[in-house]
């Protein structure tokens, strides 16, 4: 019965959540019409033009397939995972939430595979996705220290920028996860029921966010 309930009462949610335009965009396509929506306002709003994005994991029981437990098992979290890719805007709404892959798939691999970021934005990102430069796009991401060598401190300095400027999508995601179902094991494996409460938690906090918006120092102009 508690099953009927949470299935049932999830659907009314999101209802609610799409009615008030909270829920965030699933596929590329729909990610390329919410950007070029902020993209046309950029001229009287330069923030909207600054993206971040980022790969999350979550904890799920251990499959008993032994093909499932390895393409399951996180390195990173030492622990058997699904993960999910996010893009967030400046202000902390999340823009698209990716389809549900295992813990294994690389952030990176998530990018090529599952969004495309256009032409005239700021894209920031961690060094987990070396290699990821989508033409057109400007990339802000922290400096490795060279082997045997050491960073300036112009290139410390810079490093410290990004990672104040880029502390914004691990609030984001902080966020969405202070909802129990997400930060512990989920168990309810049925008709896509992990996306979709991930998918619904998303909405929520893009809802709450217009009623407790998230303020910073504007940091990306010292770049």
């Known amino acids: 019965m508690c099953n009927v309930f949470v299935h049932g009462l999830q659907v009314i949610l999101d209802k609610s959540l799409a009615l008030a335009q909270a829920v965030p965009a699933q596929t590329d396509a729909q990610l390329q019409t919410v950007l070029a ?71 990176k691999k998530l990018a090529d595979t599952h969004y495309s970021i256009p032409k005239g934005f700021t894209l920031w990102q961690d060094t987990g996705y070396q290699g990821y430069r989508p033409e057109g796009v400007t990339i802000q991401q922290p400096m490795k220290k060279p082997r045997g060598k050491e960073l300036t401190a112009q290139q410390k300095q810079t490093n410290r920028i990004v990672s104040a400027f880029r502390v914004r999508i691990e609030h984001a995601i902080g ?16 008709n896509q029921f992990t996306h979709k409460i991930f998918l619904t938690c998303a909405a929520l906090h893009n809802f709450r966010l217009r009623f407790h918006p998230f303020h910073y120092e504007v940091t990306y102009s010292a770049l």
């Open 37 to 107: 929506a902020s993209k046309a306002h950029s001229t009287d709003d330069p923030v909207s033009k600054h993206l971040l994005h980022e790969g999350v994991e979550r904890e799920i029981p251990r499959p008993q397939d032994p093909d499932a437990q390895q393409t399951h098992y996180s390195g990173k979290k030492k622990n058997h995972t699904i993960k999910h890719a996010l893009v967030v805007n400046s202000l902390c709404l999340v823009l698209f939430v990716s389809a549900t892959v295992t813990g294994k798939t690389h952030d």
């Open 175 to 190: 966020s969405i996860k202070r909802y129990r179902i997400l930060k512990d094991e989920c168990r309810l494996r049925k």
